[in-house]
């Protein structure tokens, strides 16, 4: 009985046509962003198998899923070691400069092209489980293009494939999806520009946008290689991908610049905010202790829990010199003399923080979790952008007026302080940071809904073919109507040619009539 | 205590915050979609102000809304015999070539270039109108691009304003939101292009995508001269909507051809699709009257309720050898011998008949309300496109595979009754006509909620400026970066120049000493 009670509820709960689902997600911040939407499908009665490697930073086994794993040839300690490692050349770098700034892009793809193909084959050369993955007759596959393993996979099963993604390093969104990047007004990745570009910024981001397709190529050099190997012809990530059914872009245009969009997109900006849940006692007693001064909470991320000595002991001079209480995530080594009105945590509830009432300033790294939660909360920031999107997220906030950014290169207490006072001080971060935390938190349908509902969509309707532009079956020179202006000028020519050919006939015809004439 | 609850009620049905909305609609078909927004908009509490002119085609009051007239110099009757002029006019002429379709566009320009603005001087140099309006202190306004009044209107009241449309037939949504419109597969109004073009078809496609500004120009040469005259300082309509906070576009992409779209332009689809009611008894015994082969619904929209008689009587004949019933919007001359299986009507319930079940197909000139009906119901369609957008509208539903198109033109009972055969018998057309309604039908937000919430929204926080793209603030040049390109060039020549300059001293330097080393 209580048998046919739960199957009621799960029919309540779910939709009527539930759905076979693969998710192949990819490690960190961004297993984060997909979970709540994979969890919510599972909740909903779909069948969702989520494929893992064995060793990884953050993923795991999932609400209302099944987990699949396979194994790989790298332990999760490795991973973390790479990663410090990676993280470090990427600190070392003072990116101040836009050629810095193109530098540090080129080192970047250099190492992700290797990075981001650790489990490929893995998976994809594993003939168990992807015999098993074929059995399972899957209505559609959602994964993340940053890691190409679930794009290949999808492509080998022959599902349509939905990508969830923010911030490709080369903008494999745009490209794949024939999206139109006005290079005068919508900044490449990591330049730093907003869309108000000086000539020299438009240049750089000219040439840029020119180079894309280029960076691409270079940081799919090891993923276009196994892809071909796999599905057993000369293809490449950027023509598997243009195949995609839908793309989740997982922000919103509070924060992100307006750009076009192709139809095929959605925008389903922060997946993960959530409502501030209340504080642990003792937190809640600190976080209070500082009467109408409020706090400050200041991390930089899961992937950087430390800083080096002497940088950490700025940070704690320029607090020691604010009446503001500071909840800052730190594992390294503390001063003799640290500062009373600071209190360190290895871990620190981000969300419930910056939705407590007395909170007065974010100091972040500008990860992408971590600004919606603090545009959702409406908390103005100081940031200190370490790598990747980071500094791009960084240089919109301080574009409309709600953030301060520094270099974590050249960070100084002084520095922190300037900063720090004024977005502390100067009312109108406040002002304008609520402004836009009530624009994001408007909207017509939850992100998370709205996710859910483009899966089952998909799986519904076995694509979304609807969506899909015609530009995917132009080739370049016909996208850019090249043959055609080719074409016009060819008309245009061959019309002057006979038009001054018949009037040079004409003109001599009369010539020689008047000649003859004269002669006569 | 009745007036209490009554409040009450208001306060549960509107939002907590109720906004101020002027509506200056347009007539016809125009003010048929945006009706149901508008009186959802007064349900939910908002103070909702329409302005009309006091001859109008078909506006009239609307619930929950004040309605406010102006005089103008015309009667309704008038504006009948007109607008019958007009479609004889187009109705004349036989656009089968691309050439004669161009044409038709210029001579549609030149009609609509005077027809738009016949309201406007009537409602912005009506003083006291005008000052009644301005003591209102609307939030916003929600008008139709189509007539300039309404956008004058807003810009005069410095009001955000939400322009709703329709294939604009200059396309001013594109040129004004600064939306990329790629030639090469996004067919221009009035081509009757789909987005799969040969050569030729891309040639001429891009040749009027360049001439569009020219068109803009050309339809809004008064209209400008009236928006420059009332609001005391030189401007043009393209200009004017190009402050527009959102653009509400009437089509779905079930109908229309992927292509990109701007942040602040909301798809609201079709908002006027409502479910079918059950039929009249005389009707429902008509339409049940021929069993299994079902019926067909014929209308060629409100403006055409006769044809020529020749014309009727291959309709007639056409009809006379098909076993189903024809249920015809028809009040010209019937001939003597007339099929029994047609049933001629004044007036016919369009969506009520298309959602019956025995209902085979719909012989419609492709009104923009009347096709979404069709699609919204599955019924395949015998498209006869009249003038205006029909001709695409047509195009698109036979790229589909779910419609035939005929000219008017040339229409005759052979021509008529071979695509009538191929809908009713060929199952391709009524299964894509299914996949395509289903599509259509499933979205994750009815499009009156998404118009109604964008409206709120646009009330709510004065305007959308986070949707605006900052290609508003370049110029032609910078937006196409040339100045880069030059500047890029110029750089480039300079570096080539500095180089080759560098190695010939060199060379001469090196030249020389040899040449002295010879000498010596």
């Not at 945590?345 to 419930?352: R, V």
Request: aromatic share 8%.
């Amino acid at each position: 009985m209580a048998g046919v009670w739960l199957l009621l509820v799960l029919f309540l709960l779910g939709s009527a046509e539930a759905g076979k689902l693969l998710v192949i997600p990819s490690d960190g911040s961004h297993w984060l962003g997909m979970k709540p939407i994979v969890e919510e499908l599972g909740r909903r009665g779909n069948q969702v198998v989520v494929v893992i490697p064995e060793a990884s930073l953050s993923m795991g086994p999932s609400q209302n899923t099944t987990t699949l794993t396979y194994p790989v040839n790298y332990t999760k300690a490795e991973l973390e070691a790479g990663l410090a490692d990676t993280i470090n050349t990427l600190l070392s770098v003072d990116i101040s400069t836009d050629l810095a700034k193109f530098q540090t892009f080129i080192i970047s793809l250099d190492i992700l092209q290797s990075v981001i193909v650790r489990n490929t084959e893995g998976l994809l050369f594993n003939r168990d489980l992807m015999n098993e993955l074929q059995d399972y007759s899957f209505d559609a596959i959602l994964t993340d293009p940053f890691e190409p393993t679930g794009a290949i996979a999808g492509e080998y099963l022959s599902i349509p494939a939905i990508y969830m993604q923010i911030n490709h390093p080369c903008g494999v969104d745009a490209l794949a999806s024939q999206c139109p990047v006005p290079a005068s007004y919508v900044p490449q990745p990591l330049t730093h520009f907003t869309d108000h570009m000086n000539l020299w910024q438009r240049s750089v981001n000219l040439v840029r946008t020119l180079l894309q397709p280029m960076a691409c190529r270079h940081l799919f050099t090891h993923a276009d290689e196994i892809a071909s190997r796999a599905l057993q012809r000369k293809t490449s990530m950027v023509e598997i991908m243009s195949r995609a059914a839908l793309w989740f872009m997982r922000f919103d245009f509070a924060l992100e610049f307006p750009r076009p969009v192709m139809p095929n997109m959605v925008m389903i900006g922060a997946t993960v905010s959530q409502k501030p849940k209340p504080l642990a006692k003792e937190l809640e007693e600190f976080a209070n202790g500082s009467a109408e001064h409020g706090f400050v909470v200041f991390t930089l991320g899961s992937m950087v829990s430390q800083l080096p000595e002497a940088k950490a002991r700025e940070f704690f001079e320029a607090f020691r010199q604010i009446p503001q209480r500071v909840l800052w995530r730190y594992t390294g080594p503390v001063p003799e003399n640290a500062p009373k009105n600071v209190k360190l945590m290895k871990w620190l509830p981000q969300n419930d923080l910056l939705g407590h009432p007395k909170v007065k300033a974010f100091i972040t790294h500008g990860g992408s979790h971590g600004i919606y939660e603090g545009i959702c909360n409406g908390v103005p920031m100081v940031m200190l952008p370490l790598f990747g999107d980071q500094g791009d997220n960084a240089q919109r906030l301080v574009a409309r007026g709600v953030a301060e950014a520094l270099s974590i290169f050249d960070v100084t207490s002084e520095k922190l302080l300037v900063a720090l006072r004024k977005v502390l001080n100067d009312k109108s971060y406040k002002e304008k940071m609520s402004e836009l935390s009530a624009i994001h938190r408007d909207r017509p349908i939850e992100p998370l809904d709205l996710a859910v509902f483009w899966t089952e969509f998909v799986m519904r309707h076995k694509g979304a073919d609807h969506l899909r532009s015609a530009a995917h079956e132009l080739n370049w020179i016909q996208y850019h109507s090249l043959d055609v202006i080719g074409f016009l000028i060819l008309i245009l020519v061959t019309v002057i040619f006979v038009t001054v050919k018949s009037c040079m006939f004409c003109f001599r015809k009369c010539f020689r009539k008047t000649q003859k004439k004269k002669e006569e």
